[in-house]
């Protein structure tokens, strides 16, 4: 009888819970609008597609607001592991599988308005005194790759902009999506900088990282593309962002395509 009621709860419990399945630990960042913490509670234009996700597949992992550098950290170590937002690179898609788009910007060098920096070429930058990046951001690694030595990384983007509006950086590199928003966090206004040269178009996505089960991405490209299809993205999307256009398809890129 205890041997039959033993496996009676063991057929239970696999039914319940599948073989396999692991909770996923989600990570995001500080980089308002599309993403940010409210007393300690994660908000923000990719924080609500993200939740809209999990409602729709039922799942209820919480999502933590860290460091950039950290949520990389985690990402590159640990299977099971969700990351947004990420730009796409082709390094990135050797490293991780991505789905989205979540929205798209472009990455520009920022400079306080007369300063008197021209910049028509990327290698003009490299004569600025010092460059604003977050740490461990694409930024940093885009310009790093271009052989830039004059970079002033900071744990976030918003200490960036305090140095920028502070003269203590000639540039600063940020998505044109999230600069107003963290200008008007460090007291300033956009009106008050110029974007004096685009770097790159920068496509965000949400990153899986290596050993995240297929199915479990599969999941949640469904469902983004779910509400993508009935409108739902469109409205958080211009609830964040209303003078921007969404980016309406979906698509999964890097490991395991």
């Not at 206004?189 to 974007?195: L, N």
Request: some cysteine.
């Amino acid at each position: 009888m205890k041997f039959v009621t033993g496996t009676l709860l063991t057929i239970f419990l696999c039914s319940t819970f599948p073989l396999g399945a692991q909770p996923l630990n989600i990570y995001t960042e500080e980089w308002s609008p599309i993403s940010f913490s409210i007393e300690g509670k994660p908000a923000g234009l990719a924080v609500q597609v993200v939740e809209e996700i999990q409602q729709r597949i039922k799942n209820s992992d919480p999502i933590r607001v860290v460091p950039w550098a950290r949520g990389w950290k985690m990402l590159t170590e640990q299977p099971n592991t969700v990351l947004f937002t990420m730009t796409r690179t082709a390094e990135r898609e050797q490293m991780f599988t991505m789905i989205g788009p979540v929205a798209v910007g472009t990455t520009n060098f920022y400079a306080l308005k007369n300063s008197g920096i021209k910049i028509t070429t990327l290698d003009d930058a490299k004569t600025a005194m010092a460059i604003g990046v977050y740490r461990a951001s694409v930024e940093e690694q885009l310009l790093i790759e271009h052989g830039f030595s004059n970079l002033a990384a900071s744990s976030t983007p918003l200490l960036s902009a305090k140095q920028l509006m502070k003269h203590r950086i000639d540039l600063w590199c940020n998505a044109n999506l999230t600069a107003p928003s963290i200008l008007a966090d460090a007291g300033a206004s956009i009106d008050e900088v110029e974007s004096l040269y685009t770097i790159s178009a920068n496509h965000l996505y949400i990153a899986f990282s290596k050993g995240t089960p297929n199915d479990v991405i599969e999941q949640w490209k469904t469902s983004l593309a779910a509400i993508k299809a009935d409108g739902t993205f469109k409205a958080i999307y211009h609830a964040w962002l209303p003078k921007d256009v969404p980016p309406m398809q979906t698509e999964r890129i890097g490991l395991g395509n």
